[in-house]
């Protein structure tokens, strides 16, 4: 006998690429989870990742930024927030 | 002619003429004229002018006017009512006045002499004669006695008549209603005797009765018509006198009766009342003496105290009697016809001859004694029969006859009781039946379906009967903790599901609303969704679903029953199918997939699911060939550099694959599991009849022990054998080796091998029962924390009872007990330091 496969349906599973368990700086929720304002996790609340390696909900990044205090700083370091890109290919 | 002087010495000759020459006067005015007469001195009398006459004449004057004249005046006046001719006549005051006649005298002489004619009554009143009463009345008497006795009446009805209207005038009417009376009262005084003589004779006594009370209203109907004219005169105008039927009445009554006249009227009320427990009892009666003596009672008044009461009492004893022995003796829809026949026989008897208000009173009597008395005893004894009875259109017949007659008497509340606990017994007997779990849920729509059905003909679709329904159903489905759910769901993906017989829209619509109804009943929706979501999934990953319609109809019936959040994650599973199939088709348009087609040559479709809405699987640990880890590795690249920051995690086993085979005997394609296909992977370019060992297998794909066991056994014990296991048997062990079936042909070309994917395995099962069970202590956490947030301080016991308030599912007190714990080891809540069962929250 001889068998070849000739067609293959496969199933795998997406999650964000941090380490398991981690939470947000910010909302303090698991990456897994959404932000608080969204209701269900996935593609329509992503993640962002910072120059500085800090990730975040990207919600609760953008609100961050949007407060006076934040002088557009990564909530973490202080340092000036700048996306780092290669990790986002599917915004550009 | 007449000179106005000889006018003079006519009122002189005038107030000496006395009364009889009225007469004359009378006799002589022929052409009378009737002339101006200034002084004439008088009232009602008429003065004429003679032509003829001239000495004679009698004239009013007032010159010399005397006493006499006032005299006749006065009689004149009051004898003759005579028309005045206001014109020609002059009403002057009654004082003479002396000069008159002179001025008379002078005025000249008038043309016509004056006549003066006066009317006189009869000098004496006629006069009847002294026995004119008596004659009268004889006659009378005569005639009436001769219509008592059935005689030729003598004398003519119109002069009885006259007779009656003579007297009558002539102020004789009281005497001759007393005589009437008594000629009445006497004859029936004679009846009576002759009525008495029959007392002891039952059976005639009731037609005698009659004969006398229809005699009595025929005679009386003649009397009245002679005495016709003292009906309408004298009774009419004397108050307290009565017509002269209602008068024979009266005397009817008091002679024969009444209860002081002797047993008649007793005797002949237990007459009737033994007639009518013949009919009762099928005999055939009189109906018509029935009536007519009932209606007699009626007539004399007696009817509705006396009789009423006594019947009333006999029917209640009747049916007493009756519904004690029946109920026992007969089953009970033979019973509940009986009792419908009863109340149509009586409310015949009401219109045949009763009076009618005695309709209520006595429906009343038969309701209290035929049903009420024993809607215990029949619910008790024959409804549960009834309900289970399998001729369906005659239980449901019988069913509405118990409620129409137990609506009667305002026992539907005792029903609905039953009602109710015959489908919480029957419905937990199918529920707790673990033998029968394959068809509980088709049981539950079964009972269901029959129990709308009987609530929508049979009970009138009263509202309160299809609550109990309702209640009833979610009392027992939630008697047994999760299994009804799960199976609910089963059964929903049994008829999604691919490859069940096949159904058209609307009768998959139809059972899905009918599941949906038994969905409503469960309080642990999230049992049945955890199951329904893994259902959902195999059938959309392995392509298993019926139809794409039929899901999303499926969903948005969820969605409408239990809100967006129950069915968000079950839409991103839909979402993530719909997002594969692009991605898929721009893999495929991609320079990257280029090496895939032409090299490896394998047609890779990939679902890529996002974790959150989909069941957790664990992970399956496979050894892929060489070919498809390339091609997995591919596909990898291609999606992280779509979508960065992500992680790919390989389901295994939710994998399929479609193998081209070439067997001995042909060539064949296997529809196969990833984990069959990478079993049957090892077995290429082997030598016939050559085994591999069970160790060499688990070592060469790294299959975990339980899934390889089931995957061989799926392979080489299974529907289809591929392979063949050495030694043969049901069971796979460790020592086993295996070799391809040679032989292997089945007729079709391709052939499904992979059904073993789509069982839920045991694991499985629980896996998913663990999951919600620990999804419920964080809704339990979450609410207890919440309940916390607001009362700050709480003993344990409010605590709990507020929180099974809150929560959805049944909670275990004990397993409550253990999150309070929890809570206070993480520093949410703490126990007072001074009354540990108060809680405190910690802010």
């Known amino acids: 006998m001889r068998v070849k496969v000739k067609r293959w349906h496969g199933v795998a599973v997406w999650r964000w690429d941090v380490p398991n368990e981690e939470v947000c700086g910010i909302c303090r929720v698991p990456f897994d989870g959404c932000c608080p304002t969204c209701k269900t996790p996935g593609d329509d609340c992503s993640l962002i990742w910072g120059e500085c390696t800090h990730v975040f909900h990207m919600h609760c990044l953008l609100r961050w930024l949007q407060t006076e205090g934040s002088r557009g700083q990564c909530p ?8 780092n890109f290669t990790k986002l290919f599917f915004l550009l | 002619m007449s000179s106005r002087s000889r006018q003079n010495t006519i009122n002189r000759i005038n107030t000496n003429a006395n009364n009889n020459n009225n007469n004359n006067e009378e006799e002589r005015g022929g052409a ?55 014109k020609d006549l002059i009403f002057p005051s009654h004082k003479p006045i002396p000069d008159r006649p002179n001025d008379a005298v002078r005025q000249g002489p008038q043309k016509q002499p004056i006549k003066k004619l006066v009317i006189k009554g009869l000098k004496d009143k006629p006069k009847l004669p002294d026995n004119y009463e008596e004659v009268t009345w004889s006659k009378l008497q005569a005639a009436v006695q001769a219509i008592f006795n059935y005689q030729r009446i003598g004398t003519s009805l119109e002069e009885l008549y006259k007779a009656c209207e003579n007297l009558c005038l002539h102020k004789m009417a009281p005497s001759l209603y007393k005589r009437l009376a008594g000629e009445i009262e006497e004859h029936l005084k004679v009846e009576k005797t002759k009525l008495e003589n029959n007392l002891n004779e039952n059976d005639t006594l009731l037609i005698v009765v009659n004969k006398c009370w229809q005699a009595h209203c025929e005679q009386m109907g003649l009397i009245r018509s002679i005495f016709l004219y003292l009906d309408r005169t004298y009774v009419l105008q004397t108050s307290g006198v009565i017509s002269i039927w209602d008068k024979g009445l009266e005397i009817f009554q008091k002679q024969i009766m009444s209860s002081s006249a002797g047993d008649i009227k007793k005797k002949t009320m237990n007459g009737l009342i033994t007639l009518i427990r013949l009919e009762r009892n099928g005999d055939s009666v009189d109906r018509r003496l029935l009536h007519s003596l009932i209606h007699m009672f009626i007539d004399l008044g007696i009817y509705c105290p006396s009789f009423e009461n006594l019947f009333l009492m006999e029917t209640r004893s009747y049916y007493h009697h009756e519904g004690i022995s029946l109920v026992s003796e007969i089953t009970v829809p033979r019973y509940l016809k009986h009792v419908k026949k009863r109340l149509r026989e009586e409310s015949d008897r009401v219109s045949n001859y009763l009076d009618w208000k005695t309709k209520n009173p006595l429906t009343k009597v038969v309701d209290d004694e035929l049903i009420k008395r024993h809607v215990d005893t029949l619910l008790e004894k024959g409804f549960n029969d009834m309900m289970e009875d399998q001729h369906a ?46 068809t509980m849920v088709e049981d539950l729509l079964a009972l269901k379906k029959k129990m709308d059905s009987i609530v929508a003909i049979s009970f009138d679709r009263n509202y309160n009967f299809a609550h109990a329904v309702k209640e009833s159903f979610e009392v027992f489905i939630n008697q047994r903790q999760n299994k009804p759910a799960e199976l609910i769901a089963k059964y929903v993906d049994l008829k999604l599901k691919l490859g069940n017989k096949r159904m058209d829209d609307l009768e998959i619509e139809k059972t899905l609303d009918e599941v949906l109804v038994l969905f409503r009943y469960i309080q642990g929706k999230d049992i049945f969704e955890a199951f329904y979501k893994r259902d959902l999934a195999k059938r959309l990953l392995l392509n298993k679903s019926a139809s794409f319609d039929y899901e999303r109809s499926m969903l948005s019936k969820l969605r409408k029953e239990c809100g967006p959040g129950f069915t968000s994650k079950l839409e991103g599973m839909f979402k993530d199918i719909d997002l594969s199939r692009d991605f898929m088709n721009s893999f495929y348009h991609s320079r990257i997939s280029e090496n895939l087609r032409t090299n490896i040559k394998i047609d890779l479709y990939v679902n890529v699911l ?39 995690k390989w389901q295994n086993s939710l994998g399929h694959c479609l193998l081209a085979a070439e067997f001995p005997k042909g060539n064949k394609e296997l529809v196969v599991s990833l984990f069959q296909a990478v079993v049957l992977l090892q077995f290429n370019d082997l030598k016939l009849k050559e085994r591999i060992s069970y160790e060499h297998i688990k070592e060469h794909t790294g299959i975990e022990k339980k899934e390889l066991d089931r995957t061989l056994q799926s392979l080489a014990c299974g529907k289809v054998r591929v392979l063949k296991k050495h030694p043969k048997g049901r069971d796979v062990s460790p020592t086993d080796s295996f070799s391809v079936d040679e032989m292997f042909d089945v007729k079709f070309f391709r052939i499904k091998v992979n ?9 499985e099962n629980q896996e998913t029962n663990e999951r919600v069970f620990l999804d419920r202590q964080y809704q339990v956490d979450a609410a207890l924390v919440r309940i916390m947030k607001m009362r700050k301080k709480l003993s344990h016991n409010e605590l709990v009872s507020e929180l099974l308030s809150q929560l959805k599912f049944k909670a275990q007190v004990s397993d ?9 080891e993480r520093e949410y809540l703490e126990r007072d330091s001074e009354d540990p069962s108060i809680l405190k929250y910690l802010a």
């Open chain 1, 76 to 83: 973490m370091d202080r340092r000036t927030w700048g996306i």
């Open chain 2, 32 to 86: 009378i004229k009737r002339t101006r007469l200034d002084n004439a001195n008088y009232t009602s009398t008429h003065t004429f002018s003679s032509s003829s006459s001239s000495s004679t004449a009698v004239a009013a004057a007032t010159a010399s006017s005397s006493s006499s004249y006032d005299n006749f005046i006065g009689k004149t006046s009051k004898k003759y009512d005579l028309v005045n001719h206001g």
């Open chain 2, 393 to 438: 259109d005659e239980h449901i017949q019988e069913l509405g006859r118990l409620y129409d007659l137990l609506a009667r008497v305002n026992s539907l509340d005792r029903l609905r009781l039953y009602f109710g606990n015959y489908i919480k017994k029957t419905g937990s007997n199918i529920v707790n039946n673990v033998n029968q779990e394959s």
């Open chain 2, 610 to 648: 996002t974790q959150g809405f989909w069941p957790t699987y664990s992970p399956a640990p496979l050894i892929l060939p060489p070919v498809m880890a390339e091609c997995q590795e591919i596909f990898k690249e291609f999606y992280l550099s779509k979508h960065g920051g992500r992680n790919l």
């Open chain 2, 755 to 763: 059904a073993i994917q789509m069982k839920e395995t045991l694991e």
């Open chain 2, 816 to 824: 409550i007990k253990k999150r309070i714990e929890s809570l206070i």
